[in-house]
C-alpha cells in the first residue's frame, strides 16, 4: 500500500529536487535570505491549498477562497482605519472568513446547488464587497510589533515565522485526513456521496464543515497577506486560488475526488515555490509566469488520469483499521468495500 501511495510523490519529488538543482545555477538562488523569500512567497498559497485539499478530495471545489482572502484583508484595512486595535481585528475578522464559509455552505449543502457554480459566484460576490468596503485605495500603516510574524525569519535562519504557522496547518490537515475516521469519510464522499451516505456518513455535516475551515484558513491567509505587504487593498491575492487548485490537482489529488495525498500537496507547493523563485531572479515576466501556471493547472488535471492507481492485493489490517473500516466502509487505502458498493 505505502509504495501505491508514494508512486507520484515520489514522481514530485524528483521534480522538487530538479528545480532547486537548476535553482541552485542562478545568482543568489541558495542564499538565506533567498530561500526565506521562497517560503514566504508561497506561505498564503499554501494555507490556501490546505484549505482546498479535503473539499476537493469529497469531489467538491471551493474557488472563492482568494476572494474570501480579500475580503478578509479590505474589512482588516477598513477596520485599522477606523482606530480598532489589531487585537479586536483579528477575531472580527476570523468570524467573518467562517461566515463567508457558511454561505458556500448554505448553497452547496443545504440548496445542493454545483459547488463550481457557486464558488464561482461567491468569487465575484466577496470580491466586489472587498471593493464596497474599501474601494480602489489601500490602507498601510499597521502595528509594527505584528509585521514580524508576518515577515521575519527565527532567528535569523532560512525558516520564517509564517512558514511555521503553514506546517502546523498542514500537519492537522495531514492528521485529518489519514489518521481519523473523518478523513476515511473524505475518500468515501468523493468515491461516491450516495454510497457514503448509506453507509452511515453524514455527507452534508461534513461537507458544511469543510467550507467552514476553509474560509477560516482564508481569513489567517489574509492576515499574513495584509501584514507582509504592510497593505490592505480589495484586490490582494487576486487570481491566487487557480495556483492554489494547481498545486492541490498537481499534488496528486483527483479532481473528481476520493484519491489524494497531504504529502503530494506539500511536496508540490514545494516545488512550484521553487519554479516561481527561479524565474523570479531570472527576471521572467509575470505574464510568462502566468502562462506557466496554466500549463501546470491543465497538466495536474491530467495527473489523476494518467498516473491511475494499479490493483493491489488487499493487506492486512490492523485493528484499528478493520475497525475504522465497518464503519466507514473505506479501506486503509481510501477505497470503498465490495459490500458498501453494492457488488
Keep these: 500500500m505505502l509504495g501505491r501511495l ?11 529536487v530538479a528545480v532547486f538543482v537548476v535553482g541552485s545555477f542562478s545568482d543568489g538562488f541558495g542564499e538565506t535570505s533567498n530561500i526565506s523569500f521562497l517560503l514566504l512567497d508561497y506561505s498564503e498559497v499554501a494555507l490556501l491549498a490546505f484549505a482546498l485539499l479535503p473539499i476537493i478530495l469529497t469531489g467538491e471545489i471551493d474557488l472563492s477562497v482568494a476572494s474570501t482572502l480579500g475580503f478578509c484583508s479590505a474589512l482588516t484595512g477598513k477596520l485599522w482605519d477606523a482606530g480598532l486595535s489589531f487585537e479586536t481585528i483579528v477575531p472580527i475578522v476570523l468570524v467573518a472568513g467562517v461566515a463567508l464559509g457558511a454561505v458556500n455552505a448554505t448553497l452547496v449543502v443545504r440548496f445542493g446547488l454545483p459547488s463550481l457554480a457557486v464558488t464561482i459566484g461567491t468569487l465575484g460576490l466577496y470580491r466586489g464587497l472587498a471593493y464596497v468596503l474599501l474601494g480602489d485605495g489601500a490602507v498601510t500603516g499597521f502595528p509594527e510589533n505584528y509585521r514580524p510574524l508576518a515577515t521575519d525569519s527565527i532567528g535569523g535562519s532560512f525558516l520564517p515565522y509564517a512558514t511555521i504557522l503553514v506546517l502546523v496547518v498542514g500537519v492537522g490537515i495531514a492528521v485529518l485526513v489519514h489518521m481519523t475516521t473523518i478523513g476515511r469519510s473524505l475518500y468515501a464522499i468523493g468515491l461516491g456521496a450516495e454510497t457514503a451516505r448509506f453507509s452511515g456518513i ?13 474560509g477560516a484558513l482564508a481569513a489567517v491567509a489574509s492576515l499574513i497577506y495584509t501584514l507582509r505587504y504592510n497593505s490592505a487593498r480589495a484586490d490582494n491575492a487576486n487570481g491566487v486560488e487557480l495556483v492554489a487548485v494547481a498545486a492541490v490537482l498537481l499534488g496528486g489529488v483527483s479532481i473528481f475526488g476520493g484519491r ?4 503530494g500537496v506539500a511536496t508540490a507547493l514545494l516545488a512550484m515555490a521553487g519554479l516561481r523563485n527561479v ?9 510568462i509566469q502566468n502562462v506557466i501556471t496554466g500549463l501546470l493547472l491543465i497538466l495536474s488535471v491530467l495527473v489523476p488520469v494518467v498516473f491511475k492507481p494499479r490493483r493491489t492485493k488487499d493487506v492486512p489490517l490492523e485493528p484499528s483499521d478493520v475497525d475504522a473500516e465497518r464503519r466507514t466502509g473505506v479501506d486503509a487505502g481510501g477505497r470503498l468495500r465490495r459490500d458498501h458498493q453494492g457488488v
Design 6 to 16: 508514494l508512486r507520484w510523490e515520489s514522481v514530485l519529488l524528483v521534480l522538487c
Design 202 to 214: 453524514r455527507v452534508n455535516r461534513i461537507k458544511a464543515a469543510l467550507y467552514l475551515l476553509s
Design 260 to 263: 489524494g495525498t497531504v504529502l
Design 279 to 287: 524565474l523570479f531572479l531570472d527576471d521572467v515576466s509575470n505574464e
